[in-house]
C-alpha cells in the first residue's frame, strides 16, 4: 500500500512558474516509480512525467517542467516554469510498481493559469 499527498498547486499568471511536491509513504514505496498526471476540465487525465531511474516527459511539457525525487524523504518535486493557461489543471502524484501500470494515485492538486 502506498499513500500519496499533493501540495504546492495555486493560481499563477502565465509565464510564472510553481513548484508541486508530492509525499509518499508506505512500507515498499522505494519500490514504486513515482510521477504526475493532469486533468483539465472536460479533458482525460494525461502524463505529465514521471521518474524512475530516469525522468520521461510528455512532449508538451519538455523543457518547461522538471521532476525530481528526494529518496530519503520518499518525496518528488515537480518544478514547473513558464507555465502556460493550458496548464490549468488537477495535478496528480501517482505510484507504479511497473510502468504504465500506475497502482496509487494521490487525491490531486489544482493549479491555475491565468493569461
Known amino acids: 500500500q502506498v499513500q500519496l499527498v499533493e501540495s504546492g498547486g495555486g493560481l499563477v499568471q502565465a509565464g510564472g512558474s510553481l513548484r508541486l511536491s508530492c509525499a509518499a509513504s508506505?512500507?515498499?514505496?522505494?519500490?514504486?516509480?513515482l510521477g504526475w498526471f493532469r486533468q483539465a476540465p472536460g479533458k482525460e487525465r494525461e502524463f505529465v512525467a514521471h521518474?524512475?531511474?530516469?525522468?520521461y516527459y510528455a512532449e508538451s511539457v519538455k523543457g518547461r517542467f522538471t521532476i525530481s525525487r528526494d529518496n530519503a524523504k520518499n518525496t518528488i518535486h515537480l518544478q514547473m516554469n513558464s507555465l502556460k493557461p493550458e496548464d490549468t489543471a488537477v495535478y496528480y502524484c501517482?505510484?507504479?510498481?511497473?510502468?504504465?501500470?500506475?497502482?496509487?494515485w494521490g487525491p490531486g492538486t489544482q493549479v491555475t493559469v491565468s493569461s
Open positions: 508506505g512500507p515498499t514505496v522505494a519500490r514504486y516509480v
Open positions: 521518474m524512475g531511474t530516469n525522468a
Open positions: 501517482a505510484a507504479a510498481r511497473l510502468v504504465p501500470n500506475w497502482n496509487y
